[in-house]
Each structure stands twice: as C-alpha cells, then as structure tokens.
C-alpha cells in the first residue's frame, strides 16, 4: 500500500482510534483514523461492488452482499494484534436515499433501491398532482422525486402489494447493516433527511407525506445525531472493537462536506465524482430555499443545502470510452477557451437540480467538420462546470457568504487542469481537495467531535487553487447565457 501524506503508523497514531466505513457506489471501504484525522498506514480495505441495473429504470443491490463485504472490511482492517483495543468508535456512511422493506425479524423481503431506481416516476406524477411540491419542499427541504421515499412507497404498494403488506419496517442500507451486526438499526438523522419526510425545521417525520406514501412513523427508525452513538456490543470475531461504540449511520453527502473542510457557510463543496454535487453546511434551514435545491436537516442545529448533478464522473468516462481521444488531454483543458469548441448540455442521465427533469439527455451545438475529439471533451467538460454554475447560482441567495468552492472526487483528483475551467466558469477560486477518500474522512471526523472533541485535527491535504481569469470568466458569460437559452428550448421543453 502506498504510503500518503495524510497517513499515520498505528505506532505513531494518536488516540483514541475511530474505524469510518463509507460504503459507496462503487466500493464499500473502510479504515482506521486516530484521532487527529489521519489514516493508519495498513489499516485500509476496499471490496468492489455494483448496482444491478435494468432499461425500465431499475436500480439495486443485494443489502446482504454489502453486510458481507462491510464483514470483509471489518475482519480486514482490524486483524493486526497490535490495535488491541484501542478503537473507540465505529462509524458508517452510505449513498444517500436507499431503501429496503424488512419483516418483523429484520429480514430483508425486496433488494436495496438505490437512489437511482426510477421505477416510481409514475408515482412522482400521481403525487405532484395531489400535493403542493413547493409546500412540501417548504417543510422537507425536497422535492417530489424518485429519489424519495413517498413515491416509491406508493409504487412499491401497487407493484408488490403483497410484500408491502408483509413489511415491519423501511430501512435504509446502513440501517439494514447495522441491525445485522449489532442488534441496532440505528439511523442518523441525515440519513432519515434523506428520505424526504423530514421537517427541516422541527426533526418531525410529515404526516402529509407519511399519508401519501401510505405508511405510519412507527415503520420507521427515529432520527440520532452523533452525539447518540449505541454502546459497545460487538461479536466476539473482532475483539478489536470491544470497546467500541457504534454510531448512527449517516449520509456520503453530509460526510464529504466534512471531509473536505466545508464545515460552515464559508465553504462551498464541489463534489466530483461518478455524479456530483454543491452543497454548503448551514447553521439552521435555508431561508429562502430555492425551488431547484434540497435542504437537508443534517444534526439538531445544521442543514446541507445544495443541489445534485447526475453527469460528472460518468459524462467524463464516457468521453474516453467513445472518443478517439489524444494522449495529451490535459492540453485541451488548459488551452483558452475558444468559441469554436462545442456546446454541450451534458445531460446523459437526466437531470437533478436545478431543473429536476428526469428525462433530460445530452444535446450537443456547434459541432463542425473541424471538431476533433479533443475538442469535443473539452466542450463536455464547460458543459459539466455551467451545470455546477446553474446550481451555484439558484444556492447564492440562501448562502451569500460563500469565500471558497473546495472541490473534491476522482474526477478532480484524475484531470486536476478541469479545475480552471470550472474556476473560470463559476468565476470565483477553487480549491483542490487532493486527500482520496474525503468522505471517509469526514464520517471520521464527525466521529472524533464525539469521542475526542479536544485533540486538534490534521489539517485537509489540499492543491493548488485556481483563480478565475477575467478574460475567461467574460467568455462563459456569453457561453451560459447560450447554454440556458438552449436548455430552454430543448431540455425544458
């Protein structure tokens, strides 16, 4: 294992140790932080995974293959006789917004539905129809959305009634996983937010939405901050978490903020991997809460507030796997911006915020005999950076404070010159967040606020910070004016 910057050997870690799982979309991984923030060198594991996918919208995966591979981790990171028992705290954070029907003995009786399951967008229709989306926004900070439990409850009930019927309670994945090891399903209060029926002011579930979505509160776990973790109540196979407590899980958006150091309204997180997202840490609700934007309550007192992107680390990969694209891309991306270069809405999964049209695909202008394929990734990679920009600016008037964009994913960490571009586009600096694995990072640090408030932590591992060049910033002026009049015309419809 190569050794980071950011790493510690467990004989140099400071106590007291806290183990962060972060079970992703990609990968469930975990590993052992002291007490400053830092990784224990050795201590990290990783086990690869996917979602099932289907052409009508479905979207899963197998809860009891992800406990397994969170075993695998366990077992992995906490085998060396040395740790003792020293770990003080477990803490778990998953993709947001899953979903899964379980009896009464905590079995499970459908596969997780992950936030990208469409299959209820029926049911999104059925309830903008019965319900005022902008008063439901109001008070849960969401939208009605695919995403949310309401709608897929409802299509759930319609196309699995009999399951439904047969449902004790509705868990999330982390939820699931911790019932399994611990007895406990313990949900952290972003975690229920993420649901979309919570109040964001008051951390009640909305009876309105409970209604539509045709469940009671008892069918699901009550919201916990961190500051409520369990006792410690772990199997015998690891004796290195005995004395461990266990702390709620919580969400990969709430987590990565965290992590990459946006911890108050200051810091803006640009969020970039397979998708991505902007989101800002706020002292209490939004107010006022843009219509294209969620806001999270996340603990007693913050919220999260942004918007989601579907199409970042996917539209890049996407890119190379199609174009006969050049060895040198990095040039294409420091070049100056040209007006020859393709314009290009890069909506190849549909839309979140700030529009929330789901059946959005990617429109391509301007596209010559002289395009070449460097080119034309060049165009999706503005095209990306003016749809963080499109959030950007619905987020502003709710969070006018804002001094610096940390950016942090795979996506910034492989092609670190796009950062310019996005510098240039949102016409404010960014800063690289070079640390891999921020979100893990966080859920430990979130961790540490509770067991170790009083050890002074590590500081984030950061680049450069690209600043907006005038004459650039003036150039996508012109290029987003033209983008929204083409999203006007094509996309919105």
């Given at each position: 294992m190569t050794r980071t910057d950011d790493d510690v050997t467990l004989d140099a870690a400071v106590d007291p140790l806290v183990l962060a799982l972060d079970i992703g979309s990609t990968a469930t991984r975990g590993g052992v932080h002291d007490a400053s923030g830092r990784r224990v060198h050795g201590l990290q594991h990783k086990v690869p995974h996917a979602f099932t996918v289907a052409p009508d919208g479905t979207s899963v995966i197998d809860p009891d293959q992800v406990t397994a591979e969170v075993e695998q981790v366990l077992a992995a990171v906490t085998g060396d006789p040395r740790l003792g028992t020293r770990i003080a705290g477990v803490a778990m954070d998953t993709f947001a917004a899953s979903l899964i029907a379980v009896d009464a003995a905590g079995?499970?009786?459908?596969?997780?539905?992950?936030?990208?399951?469409?299959?209820?967008a029926g049911a999104v229709a059925a309830l903008r129809q019965?319900?005022?989306?902008h008063a439901v926004q109001q008070r849960t900070g969401t939208r009605l959305h695919t995403s949310y439990h309401a709608p897929r409850l409802r299509w759930l009930a319609a196309a699995q009634p009999r399951i439904v019927a047969g449902t004790a309670a509705w868990w999330s994945l982390g939820e699931y996983i911790l019932a399994r090891l611990i007895g406990q399903p313990l949900a952290g209060t972003s975690t229920v937010a993420w649901t979309g029926l919570l109040d964001r002011r008051t951390g009640a579930l909305d009876a309105e939405l409970l209604a539509a979505a045709g469940i009671g509160p008892e069918q699901l776990s009550p919201p916990r901050d961190m500051t409520q973790p369990a006792p410690p109540a772990t199997p015998a196979r690891w004796p290195a978490l005995a004395r461990a407590v266990w702390f709620p899980v919580i969400t990969d958006g709430f987590a990565s903020n965290i992590g990459a150091g946006a911890t108050d309204a200051t810091v803006?997180?640009?969020a970039t991997a397979t998708s991505g997202a902007l989101r800002v840490l706020l002292d209490g609700p939004a107010d006022p809460l843009p219509f294209g934007l969620w806001n999270y309550r996340v603990d007693a007192g913050r919220t999260l507030l942004g918007g989601a992107i579907n199409d970042v680390g996917r539209a890049v990969s996407w890119a190379e796997s199609t174009l006969r694209l050049s060895p040198a891309?990095?040039?294409?991306?420091?070049?100056?911006?040209?007006?020859?270069?393709?314009?290009?809405?890069?909506?190849?999964?549909?839309?979140?915020a700030p529009g929330w049209v789901g059946g959005a695909?990617?429109?391509?202008g301007g596209v010559s005999a002289a395009t070449d394929a460097d080119s034309m990734f060049r165009g999706i990679v503005e095209g990306v950076a003016m749809t963080y920009a499109r959030v950007a600016d619905e987020l502003h008037p709710a969070a006018p404070g804002v001094l610096e964009v940390a950016a942090a994913g795979r996506v910034s960490n492989d092609r670190p010159e796009w950062l310019q571009v996005l510098a240039d586009v949102l016409g404010r600096p960014v800063t690289h967040v070079t640390r891999r694995r921020a979100t893990q990072r966080g859920t430990a640090l979130l961790a540490l606020d509770v067991l170790a408030p009083d050890v002074p932590r590590a500081p984030r591992a950061t680049g450069a910070t690209y600043e907006p060049r005038a004459a650039h910033v003036e150039h996508y002026a012109d290029r987003r004016a033209r983008f929204a009049a083409v999203y006007d015309a094509l996309v919105r419809g």
């Open positions: 079995r499970a009786l459908t596969p997780c539905l992950t936030y990208a399951d469409s299959r209820s019965e319900l005022d989306e803006l997180t640009a891309l990095g040039a294409a991306l420091t070049a100056p911006p040209s007006d020859a270069t393709p314009l290009v809405l890069p909506y190849l999964t549909g839309e979140r695909r990617a429109v391509l």
